[in-house]
């Protein structure tokens, strides 16, 4: 006997919910098929995300995969755990989504928990109303204008990363080029948005530089708690912990507060980040809008990770590719040094934004391999699908794989080839403007882009008008991506040779 009851009952009330558990996914995942929404079989519980949640399969790849099963469909009915999702797949409903019926979807469906996820209520996850009025705001720190302002500051970190280079190169030619990325796009940012040297070039003991790796080490805690996260939202509120680390919350709060504080202190203004967050804070009795120093410091750290990160990754992607086509390199490098000969030297913002085949590569390596490489967004009312009969309900969520429409042959002819001439202008014209999505589109598109823009191609202008870039033994065949992450990050980095030109 256990306790009042026996073995046979116990196993008894075992079996009775388990089944009581598989029926309730099991009636779920009838959901499309009602609807007449082709889609993939689930997997009780998991969905069609199983190999996500167990950390087997980059979330990107999974959506590709899903999508490519069914290729004349213009969606496809998914499940993520036993919620209802679909895949967008025919880019005039995007183009609906995302444009022309923005006001149905002007939000991702996150449920942020502030006392959880301090950081996480920034412009990509806020509600409509937070987002269109600190949107506004924001924007202005984007405009060519603010980035032609910026560009000295860009420059300064340019030329530090150039001296860099040498002094890396000297010691070893074999480089791994998304850290070497990243120290460079961190210093940008740092000086650019927050109006401070992190020094990250060169020196790995500076405090920003451990917060950065800190912010993207993804542990067994994280990696647990970013699973709960997606598959029972419930318990990841119930657990209380975050999955972004307490000393990556605490410094930039700590920073971002700091740095306002000294500012109005001081009177001083750079016209950075900073001073638009100030001015926002400022302007707080024309809103009924809370703006809280959290709430600002949330959009400092989004700007920061989303600027830093995908222009790395950028950055060493081209490298990688430009490596493997020596042509490609070449007619680049070509371009840039004649850019500096008719300019004695002198790198300009009209200069490089006038760099039409560095242009081309900078589009090409964000088509092959697109940093964020999905779109979410979710329903505010009951919506269907224009030229279809699927309707979503409201507070439904939906995918948009921008890697799988990147690499769509019937887009772009042999997809998982670099070629950059994709994107001369006859080219662009001929294909639908919703074909390239690396920033998104429509009013929610990444407010950074034009950033973004800048400092991946000074990068790029720096390394290739000293160095030859060339694969070596420790080059992988082939990028293969990181099952864990939420970004596109191949596994083991992107080693390089670097030949200095004579």
Same mark, same amino acid.
Request: aromatic fraction near 10%; glycine fraction near 6%.
């Given at each position: 006997?256990?306790?009042?009851?026996?073995?046979?009952?116990?196993?008894?009330?075992?079996?009775?919910?388990?089944?009581?558990?598989?029926?309730?996914?099991?009636?779920?995942?009838?959901?499309?098929?009602?609807?007449?929404?082709?889609?993939?079989?689930?997997?009780?519980?998991?969905?069609?995300?199983?190999?996500?949640?167990?950390?087997?399969?980059?979330?990107?790849?999974?959506?590709?995969?899903?999508?490519?099963?069914?290729?004349?469909?213009?969606?496809?009915?998914?499940?993520?755990?036993?919620?209802?999702?679909?895949?967008?797949?025919?880019?005039?409903?995007?183009?609906?989504?995302?444009?022309?019926?923005?006001?149905?979807?002007?939000?991702?469906?996150?449920?942020?928990?502030?006392?959880?996820?301090?950081?996480?209520?920034?412009?990509?996850?806020?509600?409509?109303?937070?987002?269109?009025?600190?949107?506004?705001?924001?924007?202005?720190?984007?405009?060519?204008?603010?980035?032609?302002?910026?560009?000295?500051?860009?420059?300064?970190?340019?030329?530090?990363?150039?001296?860099?280079?040498?002094?890396?190169?000297?010691?070893?030619?074999?480089?791994?080029?998304?850290?070497?990325?990243?120290?460079?796009?961190?210093?940008?940012?740092?000086?650019?948005?927050?109006?401070?040297?992190?020094?990250?070039?060169?020196? &790995?003991?500076?405090?920003?530089?451990?917060?950065?790796?800190?912010?993207?080490?993804?542990?067994?805690?994280?990696?647990?708690?970013?699973?709960?996260?997606?598959?029972?939202?419930?318990?990841?509120?119930?657990?209380?912990?975050?999955?972004?680390?307490?000393?990556?919350?605490?410094?930039?709060?700590?920073?971002?507060? &700091?740095?306002?504080?000294?500012?109005?202190?001081?009177?001083?203004?750079?016209?950075?980040?900073?001073?638009?967050?100030?001015?926002?804070?400022?302007?707080?009795?024309?809103?009924?809008?809370?703006?809280?120093?959290?709430?600002?410091?949330?959009?400092?750290?989004?700007?920061?990770?989303?600027?830093?990160?995908?222009?790395?990754?950028?950055?060493?992607?081209?490298?990688?590719?430009?490596?493997?086509?020596?042509?490609?390199?070449?007619?680049?490098?070509?371009?840039?040094?004649?850019?500096?000969?008719?300019?004695?030297?002198?790198?300009?913002?009209?200069?490089?934004?006038?760099?039409?085949?560095?242009?081309?590569?900078?589009?090409?390596?964000?088509?092959?391999?697109?940093?964020?490489?999905?779109?979410?967004?979710?329903?505010?009312?009951?919506?269907?699908?224009?030229?279809?009969?699927?309707?979503?309900?409201?507070?439904?969520?939906?995918?948009?794989?921008?890697?799988?429409?990147?690499?769509?042959?019937?887009?772009?002819?042999?997809?998982?080839?670099?070629?950059?001439?994709?994107?001369?202008?006859?080219?662009?014209?001929?294909?639908?403007?919703?074909?390239?999505?690396?920033?998104?589109?429509?009013?929610?598109?990444?407010?950074?882009?034009?950033?973004?823009?800048?400092?991946?191609?000074?990068?790029?202008?720096?390394?290739?008008?000293?160095?030859?870039?060339?694969?070596?033994?420790?080059?992988?065949?082939?990028?293969?991506?990181?099952?864990?992450?939420?970004?596109?990050?191949?596994?083991?980095?992107?080693?390089?040779?670097?030949?200095?030109?004579?």
């Amino acid at each position: 006997m256990l306790g009042y009851f026996g073995l046979a009952e116990v196993l008894g009330a075992i079996a009775v919910l388990l089944v009581g558990v598989w029926f309730y996914f099991d009636s779920t995942y009838k959901y499309w098929k009602r609807l007449g929404v082709p889609g993939p079989e689930p997997v009780v519980f998991f969905g069609n995300f199983k190999d996500v949640v167990l950390g087997r399969r980059f979330i990107g790849d999974c959506l590709v995969s899903l999508a490519n099963q069914f290729p004349n469909e213009p969606l496809v009915g998914i499940y993520e755990n036993r919620e209802p999702r679909v895949i967008l797949k025919d880019l005039d409903i995007i183009k609906d989504v995302l444009i022309k019926d923005f006001s149905c979807f002007s939000e991702r469906g996150e449920l942020v928990n502030e006392s959880i996820d301090p950081l996480d209520i920034h412009l990509g996850f806020l509600d409509t109303k937070r987002w269109r009025y600190l949107r506004s705001k924001l924007s202005p720190q984007f405009t060519s204008g603010k980035m032609k302002n910026m560009f000295n500051l860009m420059k300064q970190c340019a030329n530090h990363f150039e001296e860099y280079l040498h002094v890396v190169t000297a010691r070893d030619d074999t480089i791994e080029c998304r850290e070497l990325s990243a120290k460079y796009t961190t210093d940008v940012i740092g000086s650019c948005a927050f109006g401070l040297d992190f020094n990250t070039i060169g020196d &790995e003991d500076t405090e920003f530089t451990m917060i950065r790796k800190k912010l993207f080490e993804m542990t067994p805690t994280r990696k647990f708690l970013e699973a709960i996260r997606s598959t029972a939202p419930w318990l990841y509120h119930l657990l209380g912990k975050s999955t972004t680390p307490a000393e990556v919350v605490k410094f930039f709060l700590r920073t971002v507060k &700091e740095m306002r504080e000294h500012r109005n202190r001081t009177n001083t203004k750079r016209g950075d980040l900073i001073d638009t967050l100030n001015e926002i804070k400022q302007g707080q009795s024309n809103t009924d809008i809370e703006l809280t120093d959290t709430l600002l410091t949330a959009q400092a750290f989004v700007f920061f990770v989303g600027g830093f990160e995908t222009s790395a990754t950028t950055i060493s992607n081209a490298l990688y590719e430009l490596a493997k086509r020596q042509e490609c390199q070449d007619k680049l490098r070509q371009e840039i040094l004649d850019l500096l000969s008719q300019n004695n030297g002198e790198i300009t913002y009209e200069g490089v934004k006038g760099m039409k085949y560095m242009h081309m590569v900078f589009q090409e390596i964000l088509r092959l391999r697109p940093p964020a490489p999905v779109l979410i967004r979710a329903a505010l009312r009951d919506y269907t699908f224009n030229g279809t009969n699927a309707t979503i309900r409201k507070g439904q969520k939906f995918f948009i794989s921008i890697q799988q429409i990147h690499m769509n042959p019937d887009i772009y002819p042999d997809p998982k080839v670099f070629d950059p001439e994709r994107f001369s202008e006859d080219n662009i014209k001929a294909r639908h403007p919703l074909a390239w999505l690396p920033f998104g589109d429509g009013p929610r598109s990444c407010v950074g882009a034009r950033f973004a823009v800048h400092i991946t191609k000074l990068g790029l202008l720096k390394i290739l008008s000293n160095f030859k870039v060339e694969t070596c033994a420790k080059t992988s065949k082939e990028l293969i991506n990181t099952p864990s992450s939420l970004l596109m990050k191949p596994i083991g980095g992107i080693h390089l040779k670097f030949a200095k030109l004579t």
